[in-house]
């Protein structure tokens, strides 16, 4: 298990940007899948983004198809840090933000990850 813990939500303008920060403390953080997921209030939580580790899978990111272009997902494991940065923001991007860590090869759902953060409130107004 790995403790994470979000920061960098908050309110913002359509069309404007934020940064979001997951610190990992605990495990391996290097060796994980990291990934961000979302869930808006009456939605089931969705993945937004994931990261491979380096090396043998090469760091790979996965987007869903709704942020693509817009959100980039990047890893500093010198930091032991997750980021996603979310700029071109749309309305529909307000949900709780949540940062996972799993056993790579696997991404894409969320009983592919074994750590969660507690969340932080993302809020884009039109």
């Known amino acids: 298990q790995v403790l994470l813990v979000e920061s960098g939500g908050g309110l913002v303008q359509a069309g404007g940007s934020l940064r979001l920060s997951c610190a990992a403390s605990?495990?391996?953080?290097?060796?994980?899948?990291m990934g961000w997921f979302r869930q808006a209030p009456g939605k089931e939580r969705e993945r937004v983004a994931a990261i491979l580790p380096a090396g043998r899978w090469s760091g790979v990111a996965y987007y869903a198809e709704s942020v693509k272009g817009r959100f980039t997902i990047s890893r500093d494991n010198a930091k032991n840090t997750l980021y996603l940065q979310m700029n071109s923001l749309k309305p529909e991007d307000t949900a709780v933000y949540y940062c996972a860590a799993g056993t790579p090869p696997r991404y894409q759902r969320d009983y592919d990850y074994h750590s969660w953060g507690q969340g932080t409130q993302v809020t884009v107004s039109s």
């Open positions: 605990g495990g391996t953080f290097s060796a994980y899948t």
